[in-house]
């Protein structure tokens, strides 16, 4: 079931979820905040170094004492003093200076570009791997959800949290807290050098300065929550579209059978002009967003070059002053910019991180239990006791009052009407679903204490919706065993399934690549691929959910014929439309309306006159 977080859980507080994901990282993050903290404080020296250069350019060689007090802090210039009186003995002092100016400012540019390449290196890189590690969690625990909870959601609502969902989060991890330091450094400190840069004239400059980015940031709140409904309707449209491509591509026999080419198209192109549209809706807010923001920008130049450059002319300030100032208006620019935007990425981030969260905390149905048996293997032996079962939110039993015992080296088999609970009662067996408590055994273990796994590893299923991967033939074959198999055994459960001689005459034989979901085999080539599947994972109970439906009787009977001897020391239930096919059946259930109508061998079924015989004559097949 869901188990939703509380609401202490939600907002930035959802973030606590990552704390395990990041630890392993931490010594790179913080390598990487110390690099761009420097980084920072570097960028904030930089224009102090210009304004000395410029001044010094200008002012006469008496001015160079008073310049280089500016330019470093007290303790600095005490101590480089006697170097500084040495390049001041003659008239290149001053060109001396501005030289080894310009090499500071050279040596801060490389450390500045090193840095840059280290903090995006530790940061970008540990939010990836952060993100990485969280996407691998969310499978593995998707993997872990019952039946019941993909039967309410949606593929393409689980595909979005693990792509959209997850960049999002990965977005407010690196982009935002790398804002949020550039916020607080380049920001704050930004605004206290010009402040105090010739206080009070710099004070006053910085407030008319100031003003246009303030009414900037609000600017920016505004319309980045415009940019991310437009941004989000954009992606939403995307997905319909792809969605619509993906079906019509998957079902292109069925298209083509049915001359529906047209009206694919015409589909397509509704969805295709829904997303035109919502660009474009998007573009016309990015139209006006960009040229507002750099009018307000401009405008805070404007009036630092109007009342700056006043002045400079009246010998207020330097020339060195009004360049530094400019400097550090221009590195405020980007914070302020930033604040709407970061704001905007740690919502974002947030709610990602609160519909990950819900599934994280969502816990499956069916999980071993403090009583699970320390069982490492099953015999086979399976026994049903006035079973009656009844999915959730329906009004009737799916089955009811089912009983039989099935041991190893007997074969069951089922028949029955349409919705008469076939792949229901078979799905009760690995625990696809859970049976009600003591209705059914495994060995003589009520089955919810037997170790899923074990219980699983031992129970193989071949399903009436087969499922192949985008995998090679061998592969696809293989898919179900976590050891190495050689290539003779995947052969031999080929021959089993009646489908090697056809593998062979594939283009690369067991080496074809199939297409997605098997598209380019048959239907009866896909059931066979799936039974070779079950078949080499050697289980103890072997279940064929109606397998052998896409293929003819005489394939069918060869192949259940393959079949026999891999079936005396299993436990086999047969389901199947056709009452030939289960002839040899140790015990034969027909199932109508999700009970045992008839229960016998095939022999005496046909005997009896009732639903079995009456499936017999609709095959034409009666004996």
Same mark, same amino acid.
């Given at each position: ?6 609401? !202490? ?18 010594? !790179?993050i ?5 690099a ?13 170094? #210009?304004? /000395?250069?410029?001044d010094?350019? =200008? ?9 280089m ?28 200076? #501005? ?6 400012m050279?040596?801060?540019? &490389? ?21 990485a ?28 949290? /693990? ?20 916020? %607080?450094?380049?920001? #704050? ?16 400059? +910085? ?7 303030? =009414? ?8 980045? !929550? ?14 319909a ?11 292109i026999? &069925?298209?083509?059978a ?24 998007? #573009? ?7 040229p ?13 070059m ?5 002045? %400079? ?7 060195g002053?009004?360049?530094?100032f400019q /400097? ?27 519909r ?20 490492t ?8 006791k ?22 190893p080296?007997k ?5 029955? +009407? ?19 408590e003591?209705?059914?055994? =495994? ?5 919810n ?12 299923i071949v ?8 995998? +090679? ?45 098997g ?6 080539? !896909? ?5 070779a ?17 896409? =293929?003819?009787?005489d394939?069918?009977?060869a192949i259940?014929?393959?079949l ?43 005997k ?16």
């Amino acid at each position: 079931m869901r188990e939703r977080p509380d609401k !202490k859980g939600q907002g930035l507080r959802a973030f606590r979820t990552l704390i395990p994901y990041i630890k392993p990282h931490v010594s !790179k993050i913080i390598g990487g905040s110390v690099a761009l903290i420097l980084i920072n404080l570097l960028q904030l020296w930089l224009p102090r170094m #210009i304004r /000395a250069a410029i001044d010094l350019a =200008v002012a006469n060689k008496d001015a160079v004492q008073s310049i280089m007090r500016t330019l470093l802090p007290n303790f600095i210039h005490d101590a480089l003093a006697p170097t500084i009186d040495k390049l001041m003995v003659d008239d290149n002092g001053t060109i001396s200076l #501005i030289f080894w100016i310009a090499v500071g400012m050279l040596g801060a540019g &490389v450390f500045i570009s090193v840095g840059r390449f280290f903090w995006r290196r530790w940061l970008a890189g540990s939010a990836i791997r952060v993100t990485a590690d969280l996407r691998k969690n969310l499978l593995k625990h998707l993997q872990t959800l019952s039946y019941s909870f993909y039967n309410k959601q949606q593929v393409g609502d689980l595909m979005a949290h /693990a792509t959209n969902d997850l960049n999002a989060i990965m977005r407010a991890m690196m982009p935002g807290f790398v804002i949020i330091v550039d916020i %607080v450094i380049l920001g #704050i400190l930004a605004i206290v050098y010009m402040l105090t840069l010739r206080w009070p004239l710099t004070g006053m400059l +910085t407030v008319y300065a100031i003003i246009p980015l303030v =009414v900037m940031s609000f600017f920016i709140g505004y319309f980045g !929550k415009l940019l991310h409904t437009r941004f989000r309707a954009v992606r939403d449209s995307f997905s319909a579209m792809t969605a619509r491509v993906t079906e019509n591509l998957s079902g292109i026999r &069925v298209v083509k059978a049915y001359v529906q080419e047209e009206g694919e198209t015409a589909s397509f192109k509704e969805k295709s002009t829904d997303y035109v549209r919502k660009n474009i809706s998007l #573009i016309k807010i990015w139209g006006l967003f960009f040229p507002a923001i750099m009018f307000l920008s401009n405008l805070s130049l404007f009036l630092i070059m109007l009342l700056g450059g006043r002045m %400079v002319i009246l010998t207020q300030l330097t020339v060195g002053d009004f360049v530094a100032f400019q /400097a550090y208006l221009g590195m405020l620019i980007w914070p302020m910019i930033a604040i709407g935007w970061v704001i905007n990425l740690l919502q974002s981030g947030a709610a990602s991180m609160g519909r990950i969260n819900e599934l994280l905390h969502t816990t499956p149905e069916i999980a071993d239990g403090p009583d699970t048996l320390p069982l490492t293997e099953i015999e086979g032996s399976i026994s049903f006791k006035n079973l009656t079962f009844q999915y959730p939110d329906t009004e009737h039993p799916a089955l009811a009052d089912i009983s039989f015992d099935l041991g190893p080296g007997k074969i069951l088999g089922i028949i029955g +009407t349409v919705g008469s609970g076939k792949s229901t009662l078979v799905s009760l067996i690995p625990r696809l679903y859970e049976a009600p408590e003591g209705t059914l055994t =495994v060995d003589g273990h009520t089955i919810n204490k037997v170790p899923l796994k074990v219980l699983r590893e031992a129970v193989g299923i071949v399903p009436q919706d087969t499922f192949l991967f985008s995998q +090679t033939v061998a592969q696809n074959i293989a898919f179900g065993l976590k050891r190495e198999v050689g290539q003779e055994e995947i052969e031999k459960a080929a021959r089993i399934a009646g489908i090697h001689e056809e593998i062979c005459k594939f283009s690369e034989g067991y080496e074809t690549m199939l297409g997605e979901r098997g598209v380019t085999v048959s239907g009866g080539q !896909k059931q066979r691929l799936t039974i070779a599947r079950a078949v080499l994972t050697d289980p103890r109970v072997l279940v064929l959910d109606d397998a052998l439906s896409a =293929v003819d009787s005489d394939t069918e009977r060869a192949i259940l014929t393959a079949l026999k001897g891999m079936m005396q020391k299993r436990a086999v239930i047969i389901i199947s439309a056709r009452p030939r096919s289960l002839a040899f059946a140790d015990e034969i259930l027909v199932l109508d309306e999700g009970r045992i109508a008839e229960k016998g061998k095939h022999e005496e079924l046909l005997k009896n006159d009732g639903l079995y015989a009456l499936f017999a004559r609709l095959q034409g097949i009666e004996s």
